[in-house]
DNA sequence: GGGAATGCCTAATGGCCATAGGCTGTCGGC
DNA sequence: GCCGACAGCCTATGGCCATTAGGCATTCCC
């Protein structure tokens, strides 16, 4: 019986794996120690319980979004930026759905400090310098661009798209057309 | 011992009450029974499975939900109506957390059935009316409020902004009024 | 008063997380 | 080349949960 050479990385890469082929709530030590061809509690040696587990992926995910949008966005400014941010996003999203699920969680500990968090965050505030936002804005353009896009993939996922005509596509080349609007004319001052 | 006089709806209900106490994911058969002194097997009289437990949670929520809009926005249009709109999602996700937590899910059956999610939409578009935006893109706008405002609260709710500074009391009203000018300048043909 | 239906119960199965403690092969020090 | 420590996996166990099967009492209608 050979040494499956197990590590913290390879469970959680096995579990971020199961987590977009089943389901990000199929992720069960159970599920991962059969797939690893392993016992369950043998996996405690590498994860200190199924939050810890739950949390790496999260990180692992946050971390591999960041370099997405990274590549995604570099050399391109105003509205082409906007859609590769987006669009990065949405394939994230289809591509990895485990892994994006994974997102949409209160993070742990090791997901807010492995720096993902604050990568995204600044990769967003390097979208708006495209736009007329001024700098004490930044912080709300952020928060709505964060919500709007997140939102946007949830409600697609949970099929809140599935009851009514026009294809979700559509609707999402209206929405970064429509955010893209709103960074160009964002809202300073107090409008009546 | 008297008959506790339970029904599906005492059951979901009191379900509901769990959900908004200790998160959505405490909603367990066995936690429901211990609530009302019964045994977990008991409840299946009442409720096909845990799922559908989970679903008529959703279902009621949906309309709880759908009761508080069709009263805040009533008399109300254009900008207060979308501002009474969004408020009344927002308390309803601050005072009532784990039925909001419930909306957020691929609704069931029995919750699409309910007819709550038809008289949302419905809603929103009321809402639409106090603003010029053109009949074939309502169901964009529609997508677009909901993703934003569900987006938001999803974050603020999972801590996303816990690590930055500015209170999000704040964004929100930046957000809503970011939604406000969006839908006053809805853009319509393909500018470049 | 009898019988059926209603509504709760106990018993039992199987899955999951987690802890405790045991076994084995590998490797550094001598 | 031997020995002890340690790393890494194992079995055993306990507790909680969902779900099914089958039993018992109360109620209500005839």
Same mark, same amino acid.
């Given at each position: 019986m050979e040494r499956a050479a197990l590590t913290t990385a390879a469970v959680v890469a096995d579990a971020a794996a199961l987590a977009d082929q089943?389901?990000?709530? #199929?992720?069960t030590l159970s599920a991962v120690a059969r797939r690893l061809g392993v016992r369950a509690p043998s996996l405690y040696s590498h994860v200190r319980d199924r939050e810890a587990l739950l949390d790496g992926i999260t990180a692992l995910a946050l971390g591999e979004l960041a370099e997405r949008i990274a590549a995604a966005i570099a050399g391109r400014a105003g509205r082409p930026a906007l859609e590769a941010f987006a669009t990065a996003h949405r394939e994230f999203a289809l591509q990895a759905p485990g892994r994006w699920q994974s997102l949409?969680?209160? #993070?742990g500990e090791i997901a807010v400090r492995s720096g993902g968090a604050r990568q995204m965050v600044t990769l967003t505030r390097a979208v708006l310098r495209g736009y007329p936002v001024p700098q004490d804005q930044h912080v709300h353009a952020v928060r709505v661009l964060g919500s709007t896009i997140n939102g946007y993939l949830a409600l697609e996922r949970s099929g809140?798209?599935?009851?009514?005509?026009?294809s979700p596509e559509l609707s999402w080349h209206k929405t970064v057309q429509a955010l893209d609007a709103l960074l160009n004319s964002w809202p300073t001052g107090n409008p009546s």
């Open positions: 089943a389901g990000f709530d #199929a992720v949409q969680r209160r #993070a809140g798209f599935n009851h009514s005509a026009p």
